[in-house]
Structures are given as C-alpha cells and as structure tokens.
C-alpha cells in the first residue's frame, strides 16, 4: 500500500489523472500483517504534502497474486470509501484509488466523487518508449476480430490486436502523410480514429493525397472529410468510429480535443502546431509519434537530397527541441504571421519555407511512423520505441539520433502537469473564417449531382459484407 | 532572469531589464531593454521575438515598430534560433539580447 499524488488533465470528453508523486510511509505509518494497512496519520499528512503541490491523492494497493482489471473488496471499498472525504476537503479534488494485479502488471482506477460508489476508469495507460495499456473491459468492451483481420491478428496475436483496436488514436494533419497514416489504422482494425485539420482539398493536393478525387478538389471538401471517408472505406473493425475535427490544435479547442485520445500522430509541418504537440507529449504523458520530409533541390531544379524523420515523443526520449526539429524562436515567428510574410522573409534574409514534397517519398514518412506506431504499442523485440531515425536519400543512410534530452529542456521538464500547462495555443479568428467560409459555399448543380452520385455509390459498396 | 542575472520589472505592457554591452558603440554601456509582456505568456516554451530598446540605439540593418512601446522607444524584429537545450532559457535569451546591442552602431550626429 502506497500513496501517490496526481494532476488533472482535462479533455473536451475525457479526463486523465496523471500520477505524480510517490509519497512513501514514514516510520510507524503502514502496517504489514498478512494484509497491508496504513494510518489514518499517513492519509492525512499525504493529503497535506498534495495540497502544497496543488494535486489530488492517490491511494494505491496490490493483488500480487491476481491478473487484469482489479475490482474492489468489500474492505478496499470500505478503506478508499472511507477516507474519500479526508482527501476530498483537504485537496479539493476528488480521491483516487489504484490497484495493481501483480500476476500480469495490470492496474485499474476509479475516481471517487462522493463515498457511496467509485467512479471506474475505462483505462490506465504506462506510457515510456512502451505504451502499456490495461482496459476495464466493462467500460470498453474487447473488440471482436473480424474476418478481414485474419493477417493482422496472425502478426502480433489476439491480445495484442485487442488491446491496439481499443486505442483513441488522432491524426493531426490530414495531408499527404495524415490521410495515408489514417487509412492504414483504419485498415488495422482501430474502433476509434480522430483526424484534424481545417484546411480544404485543392487540386495541388492530388499528387500526394491519395484516395482524394478530382471531384473533392472541385468541391474543396475539408480534407477531414475525405479522411473520414477513405478511413470508412479501409476499416476492419466491426465497431469503426471516426470523429472529424475541423479545427487547428493551435487553438485551445483543438488542445482539449486532442486531450481525448491515447496516441497522436504528428502529421503537421509549421512550428506552433508542432509546439503544442510537442508539450502535450509531455504534459499530458500522451504518446505523440511525429516526423516528416525535407527534399532539397539543385538551383536547376534537379533533386540533390531527400532525408525524412521519425520519431516517437515519450518520457524518457527527446522532444522535438532537443532533437533540434523544433526551433523555439520559429514559433514566435509563425504565431505573428511572419513565416507567411514575403517582405519579412525577405528582410531577413530567409529561406521560404520548403514546399517540394513527392507522392513517391511521402509514404516512406507515414511508414515510418507507423513503425514507430508498432514498436510504441506491439513492441517487437520487447524495446518499444526506437531513437530517433532519419533517412538520407542521396546516401541510402539510415541513421540513429543520439541527440540527448537537454537539462533545461521546458517540454520535458513540464512533465505529467496536466491542466497546469504553459499555454501555447491561442484562440485566433482566421482558421475559423476559413471553415464558415467552406460551410457557406455554394456548389454549382453539376458538381452537387455528382456527389449525390458518389454518395448512392460510397453508401452502397459499404453494406458489402 | 534574476538567476541569469538581470532582474527584470514591469513597465507597463513591457517586461523591462538591463544588459551591459560587450562590443560595439556602447560596449560597456547598461543599456535597458524588455520584451512584450504579450510575448512571454509562453514562455519558455515559446521565446519571444521582439526586442525592446530606445530609439536612440541604431544598428546597420533593423526591422522595426512601435507595438506596446512608450514615446522613444521601439522594438527590432530579431530572430532567436538558439536550439541548445543544455543552456537555461533566461541565460540563453540574455546572450541573444546582448549580442543584438553589442553590434549597435554610433547614432549619427
């Protein structure tokens, strides 16, 4: 029996307890005698130190003998029932019990808003390079395997398939690399896929995103909804949901948004996004796999080199700043507008952002970070997640980063904080324009006849059993 | 930046504090310079860009305006593209400010 401390970390639907803090017993107050118990005068003087760091308290204890999703003796009921108002009116946040089945390593939660019943979590996640997941299955039933399964399921095992489908998993950037990466998720039997972005097709789109039409372009179809579409179209799982979200993660409604899910593909490529990645990696101890491509060119336009990254952002490896593909003075920059600014670019002697990308090489970047993906949640070769990688084209080179967390790294160190996260989103008008725009605009009969078309066409290929 | 060695005080919409110039037309000078308190509700995740100094400090080439400044004052659009993680971020933004005042040029007559 132990007590820790945690921190809120509050999404637009879901709420996480980050826990904290180990509080350990001082002499006299735990007591070992078959059972373990400890003092009224522990609970009390935990509950003191978690109000002074401004957390909530944890009660913890294990069932070294038992396996999975623990539920409550009447006696742990008693126990955490009777000290939830202790811990409630000295920290002003809701008792927290956790409790470990030592057979397996699976711990369960429950939040406790009032002492007559606990509130039990859906899930408890154990995130470094592994991402460990224990699911109260009550609450999130154990997806079925379907037919079309059958590869999959033969490549990492059932309980591995069944822990994965379960994941909330957001793609951030439903561009070359986010529409591809979304499409494969689907396709791997995910029940539950986000995508954001706010942006609209346009035809200069069509020669990296695939699957999206000729008539999307013509339409300028949020590219969240094509996602959503071809994610429906690849899907394997019997229970497939996808959540559009046609918002920018640089506003504090894509924050919370964002705050829902498990994993977060990075599939962005401006610094203030990437920023607000970045921090919520570590704030918020969600998982984010990010990466992308740069190709450089001759001044005669022929190609000199390509390199793509990725990388896996998790306690324990280095943040997009430390890797030094984060350039923290670059977000200063893109939050007043000045990477948009020609004459700004100009004046300061700048390169102008890099926009040559390739169908071609940008599905390296989405396989490259769906690797990461497999390693972050199957763990191949028992490791997790890898260094960061790198691919050097012109050289055929793959290499591993060493590049260390830095000590006075702000992401890193502003670790498990929750709520109390610095802000870096801003709330700004001119993504919202854009998408009452696109809400408002009219299309001309003849295109408005070939999406209904489309449509009859899309609904009926998916009740194809 | 206390810590860094600058302590730092409000003036305003600014965050004010001063650096002494090591090279330059006022090396050796302490010269009071800030940033937009606008600009450090990031921080440190999110450095600030604008560098508050008197009108009276000329450089070769500058960009500048006039945003939160008081009459005499205005701000140079400077670029921070300090990556080095191992450095403390007050420490860091003080080398970058006092690098920026220590190519300062005379004011002409």
């Known amino acids: 029996m132990l007590i820790a401390t945690y921190a809120l970390s509050t999404g637009s639907e879901r709420t996480t307890a980050l826990v904290k803090t180990v509080i350990l017993p001082r002499e006299g107050e735990r007591h070992l005698h078959g059972n373990a118990s400890f003092t009224s005068a522990y609970v009390l003087r935990a509950s003191v130190e978690a109000q002074a760091l401004g957390h909530g308290l944890i009660l913890l204890h294990s069932h070294p003998h038992s396996a999975g999703w623990q539920r409550l003796s009447d006696m742990d009921r008693n126990t955490e ?34 002492r007559t019943a606990p509130s039990w979590a859906e ?3 154990t995130v470094s390079a592994k991402l460990k997941v ?24 059932e309980s591995t398939q069944k822990s994965i489908a379960r994941l909330r998993i957001l793609v951030v950037g439903a561009g070359s690399v986010g529409l591809d990466v979304a499409q494969r998720l689907a396709a791997t039997g995910i029940e539950e896929i986000g995508v954001m972005d706010y942006d609209a097709v346009e035809i200069v789109n069509l020669d990296r995103m695939i699957g999206a039409t000729r008539l999307d372009a013509a339409l300028g179809r949020a590219k969240v909804d094509v996602a959503a579409r071809l994610m429906k ?32 593909f990075s599939c962005v490529d401006r610094p203030w996004p990437r920023a607000v990645l970045n921090e919520i990696a570590y704030s918020d101890l969600i998982p984010v796999i990010d990466g992308g491509i740069a190709l450089d060119t001759f001044r005669d336009g022929r190609m000199r080199n390509g390199i793509w990254r990725a990388h896996t952002l998790v306690p324990g490896r ?18 007043n507008g000045l990477l948009d600014d020609p004459e700004y670019i100009a004046g300061a002697n700048r390169e102008a952002p890099s926009r040559q990308n390739v169908a071609a ?35 055929h080179t793959l290499e591993h ?20 996260r610095t802000p870096i989103a801003e709330q700004r008008e001119d993504w919202r324009a854009i998408v009452r725009q696109r809400s408002t605009k009219k299309a001309t009969l003849r295109l408005r006849g070939l999406a209904a078309i489309e449509g009859i066409l899309t609904r009926a290929i998916g009740r194809l059993k | 930046m206390t810590a860094a060695g600058a302590p730092a005080w409000a003036d305003g919409a600014r965050i004010l504090y001063n650096v002494v110039a090591v090279g330059g037309a006022l090396a050796g000078d302490k010269v009071t310079t800030g940033v937009s308190l606008a600009e450090v509700h990031s921080w440190p995740m999110v450095p600030p860009h604008w560098i508050h100094l008197p009108a009276s400090v000329a450089f070769a080439a500058t960009n500048v305006d006039s945003t939160d400044c008081p009459p005499g004052w205005v701000r140079h659009s400077r670029e921070f593209s300090f990556t080095d993680m ?8 003080l080398r970058h400010v006092r690098g920026f005042i220590s190519i300062a040029i005379p004011t002409a007559a």
Request: hydrophobic share 45%.
């Open chain 1, 401 to 420: 980063s060493a590049a260390p967390s830095g000590p006075y790294c702000p992401y890193e160190n502003a670790l498990a904080v929750g709520d109390a």
């Open chain 1, 318 to 335: 280095p943040c997009m700043a430390c890797l030094g593909q984060l350039v923290l003075g670059d977000v200063a920059l893109d939050k």
């Open chain 1, 233 to 264: 179209s690849a899907a394997t799982a019997r229970r497939f949901r996808v959540s559009t979200h046609e918002v920018s993660i640089t506003d504090p409604a894509g924050v919370s948004m964002a705050l829902d899910y498990d994993v977060i």
């Open chain 1, 134 to 157: 224990t699911w109260n299955d009550q609450l999130r039933g154990i997806p079925a395997v379907t037919r079309s399964q059958q590869r999959t399921v033969s490549s990492w095992g």
């Open chain 1, 361 to 395: 090489l940008s599905s390296s970047v989405s396989a490259a970070l769906l690797a990461q993906f497999v390693s972050l949640t199957a763990h191949p070769g028992g490791r997790g997640v890898s260094a960061p990688l790198r691919y050097l084209l012109s050289t």
């Open chain 1, 81 to 114: 029932s009777e000290y939830e108002r202790v811990a409630r009116t000295i920290t002003k946040t809701p008792l927290v019990g956790m409790t470990l089945g030592g057979a397996d390593e699976a711990w369960s939660a429950r939040f406790w808003f009032d």
């Open chain 2, 86 to 93: 191992a450095t403390a971020p007050a420490l860091a933004w």
């Open chain 1, 123 to 125: 899930s408890v996640r």
